[in-house]
């Protein structure tokens, strides 16, 4: 196939607050510089990577550094990362919204963006007014937007509300409206951003299957930034992982997400206590590590501890919730004794059957407390699994190396 899109060298450096150097200084030396001496912008020099949970030292950063990649007709490619990695900027620079500070970029054929919720709407005009508009802002001549209309509304769900001002629109509608334009008006790269999670569960799947027909039926490019695993596992064929203006990984849909979930010390399949960061509830009790796995179609998780004294009626509560933080289901059991004194390291080992979770990225949260409502230690977003879809069995299962089936329902066994 041949190559829809090459991204050549592409960075992108910000400087913090400001839309220009706003100082006179800077901008007589990046103009002198690069206008009369022919030499590159002398503040490319500095910056540092956006790691946006960290201070820093410099005004400068690289929202993107040297990003080198190729993306080949008919793909669909998924870009992950956590917030501020990158991927919006990727986009935009695609769209060209925003240019590159260095670098090209090489695309083939009409590109369509959904970047933003109501991205390219007038708000004063109506839905069908603003079909137009976006068509003709991609070149689509007047007949060939009224050939698609009824598609296009149909698609949308917002017929009712077509000949009403965009502005009286729920986000939803005009996200539901935007990516109709956007899917149905034959583009050869169509772009989309995390826009869809504003959209309910049945119009997200309906967006998925269009863009699959798009990518499969019609040869055409799609590029998807999402924080849904479970949406990026079953559209896409390839997959990028940014991390702090950077490639961390370009391949494979699996690997990529394995590397994404489990790319922090207390995220994925392992949890360990960094002392220096440890505000200890109870400082009888301190569980140093939390390792998970699956065994089949059971969740295991191995808790490691130190304990002071033997804790009696103690319980341990373990609560799995979603991407939004929402309790999926909770295993709240007892125990007489379980936690026993030992200066040394001693193991809890917990099975977990978990309920039938629909594909998706999920969390636990460990709690250890007494009915007496003393708490010992609670760990939250310990670890993190994802739960994606078979195509050939469509089950669900396990994101692990031993795949197994999920059972409706949930128990909690101590060995």
């Known amino acids: 196939m041949p190559t829809a899109i090459k991204f050549e060298n592409i960075s992108k450096q910000y400087r913090l607050g400001l839309v220009s150097t706003q100082t006179l200084s800077h901008d007589l ?3 002198w510089k690069m206008n009369i001496r022919g030499k590159e912008d002398p503040y490319l020099k500095i910056g540092e990577v956006n790691d946006r949970a960290h201070k820093g030292v410099s005004d400068y950063v690289w929202a993107l550094k040297d990003i080198d990649f190729e993306v080949q007709q008919g793909d669909v490619l998924g870009i992950i990362g956590k917030n501020g990695a990158g ?10 919204v925003t240019a590159p500070t260095t670098g090209t970029i090489k695309a083939r054929g009409r590109i369509a963006s959904l970047l933003e919720v109501g991205t390219g ?3 004063e005009m109506t839905g069908r007014e603003n ?12 007949a060939e937007i009224k050939r698609k209309l009824d598609e296009i509304v149909d698609f949308s769900g917002v017929e009712r509300y077509l000949d009403t001002p965009v502005k009286r629109y729920s986000s939803g509608m005009t996200v539901r409206l935007g990516f109709a334009i956007a899917a149905h008006l034959e583009p050869e790269i169509l772009v989309v951003d995390e826009v869809l999670a504003v959209g309910d569960a049945e119009f997200q799947k309906k967006a998925i299957g269009k863009m699959q027909d798009v990518s ?3 040869g055409r490019t799609v590029l998807f930034v999402s924080h849904n695993m479970a949406a990026i596992d079953k559209l896409c064929k390839k997959i990028i992982v940014l991390d702090n203006g950077k490639i961390e990984y370009n391949g494979s849909v699996q690997t990529g997400i394995s590397k994404y979930l489990n790319k922090n010390q207390n995220s994925g399949n392992l949890w360990i206590r960094n002392e220096s960061k440890s505000n200890y509830i109870n400082p009888c009790l301190k569980i140093q590590k ?8 059971k969740l295991e998780l191995t808790i490691s501890y130190i304990s002071n004294e033997s804790h009696k009626n103690a319980f341990i509560a373990v609560d799995i919730t979603n991407q939004q933080g929402v309790s999926i289901m909770q295993a709240i059991p007892t125990l007489e004794k379980f936690i026993t004194y030992s200066k040394v390291t001693k193991d809890i080992i917990l099975e977990i059957e978990l309920p039938d979770l629909i594909p998706n990225e999920y969390f636990t949260t460990i709690w250890i407390g007494s009915h007496n409502t003393e708490t010992f230690e609670e760990i939250d977003f310990a670890t993190s699994f994802f739960i994606y879809e078979s195509p050939q069995e469509g089950r669900t299962f396990p994101h692990s190396e031993n795949h197994g089936s999920i059972i409706p329902h949930s128990i909690l066994k101590y060995y």
Do not use: V
């Open 29 to 31: 030396n990046r103009w």
């Open 290 to 297: 939390i390792e998970q796995c699956f065994l089949g179609d």
């Open 216 to 218: 499969r039926g019609e």
């Open 87 to 96: 991927k919006s900027t990727l986009l935009k620079i695609l769209s060209k």
């Open 131 to 142: 079909i137009f508009m976006n068509g003709a802002i991609m070149g689509m001549s007047k």
């Open 121 to 123: 709407f007038h708000p």
